[in-house]
Structures are given as C-alpha cells and as structure tokens.
C-alpha cells in the first residue's frame, strides 16, 4: 500500500478476496432459515412444543398420537420469520442508503447473533424463543445479501452474473440446517453448532472493515477507487468537489450505465401503474406456494411414509441437497433474458419495447415451473417428490432472479432499490396467508392439500 505501483497490484486481489468472502458469506449464512424443513426434524426430535400434541382415539380404538397442533406451531415459526424476511427488506434498504456499508452490517450482523444464540439456548420449556430467533435470522441474514450485492460494481462487465450468483447462493445456503440436522445425528448437540454460528460473528466483523467499504461502492468505479482498511487508513474516496455526484451514483448501486437523460416516470407512478401491480400480484402468488411447500413439508412426509422416521429424514436430507443447487440454476435466468436481448429490434421497436419481449419467455417459464412444482408437490405419490424438489429450487432460482431483472428493465433505473424493497414488503404480506392455508389443510383437508 506504500506506493501507487504496490497499490495497484493489490487492487485485484483484493477485489477477488472480497468476491470469494462475500459468495461463501451468502452461501453459508444469509439464507439459512429456508432450511427451516430439516431444523424441524431436530426441533421434532428434542421435544419441542410436544406438549401440543395430544393422544386421541383412532381406527379400531387405537390410541394414535396427535401432533397437528405441534405442525402448527412450527409453520407459524417459519411464517413470521419468511414475512419478516421479506416485509423488512424495504427499511433495510434504506438502513444501507442513509448509514453505509458498515452501520447496515453491524445492524445484520447484531440481529443474525442474537438469532443463533436465541436458538442455541432454547429449551423445549422455552419453545417459543424459536419465534423472535427465527425471525432475526431472517432479517440479520437479508441483510448480509443486501450489503454484498453492491460487490458486483467491483468486476464492470461481470457486475449482473455476480449479482445473480450471490442471490443464488443465499438460497443454496438454506442447506446449512441440513448439515447440522447431519451433525446432530452424529452426536453434536444442536446447542454445540449454533454457538459455534454465533462465533462465525467474528469473522463478519473482519470482513466488514477490512474487505468493504465504509459507505458504498459506486458504480461505474472510479479510476484508483479503493476500500477496508489499508495501511491504517480506510478507503479512498472521491475529492469533496464530486461529493454530490458519487453520492447519487452511490445511492442507485444497481443502475445501468450510460443511460440518456430523459424524463422518467416518477416513484409514485412506477407503485401505481397496472405493469407494477400485475407482477406484484405474479410474485405474490408463487411465493407464497414456495413458503406453503417449505412450511409443510415435514408433515407432507409425516404423511406420505406414514410416520416412518428414517424415510421421513431422508427425504428432508434430499430436499436440503436439491437446495445447493440454487447458485448453480440461478444464473440460467439472467443469461436467457440477455440472450432475449441481443436480437435484433422490429422495425420502429424502442429500447423499453425490446428489453420487456425480453422478458416474455422468462416469465411464462417461471410459471410453467411453478405449475408443473405444484402438480408434483401435491401429487400423494412418495418417490415423485424428488422431481419436485427439483423444480422447487429451479423455480426459485426463476423467480427472485426474474423479479429483480424484471423492476430493472421495466421501470427507470433511479427507482430500482425503492421498488425492489417495496415489492418485497408488499408480497411479505400476502404471504401471511400461508398459515390459515396450513391450517385449513391439516384441518378441513384432513391433511390433503390438493386444492389447496
């Protein structure tokens, strides 16, 4: 760091350092509560909320062990913190664009500690911290994935394929349940592993000021930009005179470059306009049959293998397997829109016109997956639920990737953060109906939830 030569050459490594930190970051951690299906079978195992269930009288006066009110409780855990997961990513956002980099991490960081330890000193007699520590799992974790989007704007023309690969691994990284579901069975308490998450903290704080900036890093990057903590000093930033200038670039992170000015429609217009809501109403939908699947899922098998453990374990050990394929299928999206995009325009087609034909194909292949997930998924035929775990996670790859391209490319650019939050927020409160969903199936359907 002592000279500009040495300065230089320690850019890239650098870069590629904080590329290589924030992928494993997001694959190990952010995501982790969408492995909510194998934590329960732990959760099952040591008692938790067993108190609700209840013997109860059945075919030629057996007496059969009625849990439906612990599969309740489980699915309310994993509602609350899914919609919080989603409902705060707007004043999360915000966090980040008023406070920086680091303010925005601590904050994340705080939330996904208290998280681990709350769980890690949960007791069957203390069952419902599941619900608060869930809940700051989810929030601490999105806000990790959040702050390590913006290390896209570090790699110029990889910045989208960067971008994607980081949403791919927060949802691969729900496969870290399933590795202490795997390490529980081999004797390592549950406690034992989430203190060990809480210690990954540690490595956060480090990454927070020695390999990310203190604010932002803008986009496109300045020439010589540096960042963390180099030499005793932190990173570079622009002269006072292009204060304003980096702060607008910095505050839209996600924007294209080289875009002309003209007269863009306004943030209230962009929330009321018919394209808005339609794909508001398109992500809502699907996602809550994502949530409902993983909500469900346990009792689903409960079903299905009537009751057997072992093929109950390990179908929910398939399930979390299938979920690390997530940073694998997510890029598939993003190249298939641009591929959509390099063709040539009709005669007299705009820009806006190209890019959403762009987007026709990867919307109606979303939802046919979501289609062909949901036929399986509720098909009562045991050995078809390994296709529908494929499909599960190919689809959600689909649909978050071609949710965030979609609000880039139908709407101006300086709205894109406000928009993505605010979509997000607004589908979190729809999917609230996944419990008096769960509900009506493990109560009217009598457990079958075909119509549902």
């Known amino acids: 760091c002592r000279t500009m030569a040495g300065f230089g050459n320690s850019l890239p490594m650098r870069r590629c350092l904080t590329f290589a930190t924030g992928l494993v970051e997001c694959l190990c951690f952010a995501g982790a509560v969408f492995g909510w299906a194998s934590l329960v079978f732990v959760l099952k195992t040591e008692g938790y909320f067993s108190s609700l269930c209840v013997n109860t009288t059945g075919v030629n ?3 059969v062990l009625d849990c439906s009110g612990q599969d309740e409780q489980f699915s309310l855990v994993f509602t609350i913190a899914s919609f919080m997961n989603n409902f705060l990513t707007l004043p999360n956002g915000f966090i980040f664009d008023w406070f920086g980099t680091t303010v925005a991490r601590l904050f994340g960081i705080f939330l996904y500690t208290m998280g681990t330890l709350m769980v890690a000193f949960a007791t069957p007699a203390l069952s419902n911290l599941l619900f608060p520590a869930l809940s ?12 390590n989007m913006q290390v896209g704007n570090l790699f110029g023309s990889h910045r989208s394929t960067i971008i994607t690969l980081y949403n791919g691994a927060f949802d691969s990284s729900s496969a870290l349940f399933l590795v202490i579901k795997l390490l529980y069975e081999s004797g390592i308490s549950l406690r034992d592993s989430f203190l060990f998450l809480s210690a990954c903290g540690v490595i956060h704080l480090l990454r927070t000021f020695f390999l990310l900036p203190r604010n932002f890093i803008p986009y496109p990057l300045p020439d010589h930009y540096t960042y963390g903590k180099c ?3 932190s990173e570079t930033e622009q002269t006072t005179a292009n204060d304003n200038a980096k702060r607008t ?3 839209t992170p996600f924007s294209d470059k080289d875009v002309p000015v003209k007269q863009e429609k306004s943030f209230r217009e962009c929330c009321l306009s018919w394209l808005f ?7 809502s939908v699907m996602q809550l049959r994502h949530y409902l699947f993983i909500g469900t899922l346990n009792p689903m098998l409960q079903r299905l293998t009537a009751g057997e453990p072992s093929l109950v374990s390990q179908y929910i050990n398939a399930f979390a397997i299938t979920q690390l394929c997530g940073v694998l299928c997510a890029p598939w999206n993003g190249l298939l829109i641009d591929r959509q995009k390099g063709k040539h325009r009709a005669a007299g087609e705009s820009e806006q016109e190209a890019d959403m034909r762009a987007l026709v194909l990867s919307l109606f292949l979303t939802a046919l997956q979501c289609v062909m997930f949901s036929v399986c998924a509720s098909t009562p035929y045991l050995p078809l639920q390994y296709l529908t775990f494929i499909l599960q996670v190919l689809n959600r790859s689909f649909l978050y990737g071609g949710n965030a391209a979609f609000i880039s490319l139908a709407f101006p650019s300086c709205h894109f953060g406000k928009l993505y939050g605010l979509v997000m927020a607004l589908s979190a409160v729809f999917s609230v109906l996944q419990y008096p969903c769960f509900a009506l199936v493990k109560g009217a359907l009598h457990g079958d939830p075909l119509y549902v």
């Not at 700051?136 to 702050?147: D, E, P, S, W």
């Open 136 to 147: 700051f799992l989810a929030v601490g974790g999105i806000m990790l994935l959040i702050t």
């Open 249 to 251: 670039i910095e505050e």
């Open 231 to 233: 030499c005793g000093k």
């Open 61 to 63: 006066a057996t007496q």
């Open 277 to 283: 809501v339609w794909h508001l109403l398109w992500l």
